[in-house]
C-alpha cells in the first residue's frame, strides 16, 4: 500500500513512497508557478498507476497552494490532458 503523496522542497520534487521505492516528480518553482520537469518511477513499481498517483497528488498540492502548472514532463502533460479535473491549472 503506498504513502501519500508529499513535498520535498529541499530537493524540489514531489515523492511516493510505495513497497521500498520511491517514485519522484521533479519541479522548478517561480512566482505563482510550478513547473514539472521530470517523472521518475522505479522499474520495480511500472504499470501499478504509481506514476498517476504521484501527479495527481502533486497537482492536488500545486491548486492547494494556488500555483498554476507548466507540464514540461511528457508525462505530467500526458496525465493532465487525459484528467481535465486539473485543466484550471495550465498557464
Same mark, same amino acid.
Given at each position: 500500500m503506498p504513502d501519500t503523496v508529499r513535498n520535498n522542497p529541499a530537493l524540489n520534487r514531489f515523492e511516493l513512497d510505495v513497497d521500498g521505492h520511491t =517514485? =519522484? =516528480? $521533479? $519541479?522548478?518553482?517561480? %512566482?505563482? #508557478?510550478?513547473?514539472? @520537469?521530470? @517523472? /521518475? #518511477? %522505479? =522499474? /520495480?513499481l511500472s504499470g501499478r498507476g504509481i506514476g498517476s498517483e504521484l501527479v495527481r497528488g502533486a497537482l492536488e498540492a500545486a491548486r492547494a497552494q494556488r500555483l498554476k502548472v507548466v507540464p514540461k514532463c511528457p508525462f505530467v502533460a500526458a496525465y493532465m490532458a487525459k484528467h481535465a479535473e486539473f485543466n484550471d491549472l495550465l498557464l
Open positions: =517514485a =519522484a =516528480a $521533479y $519541479y522548478q518553482l517561480s %512566482p505563482g #508557478v510550478i513547473t514539472f @520537469t521530470h @517523472t /521518475e #518511477v %522505479p =522499474a /520495480e
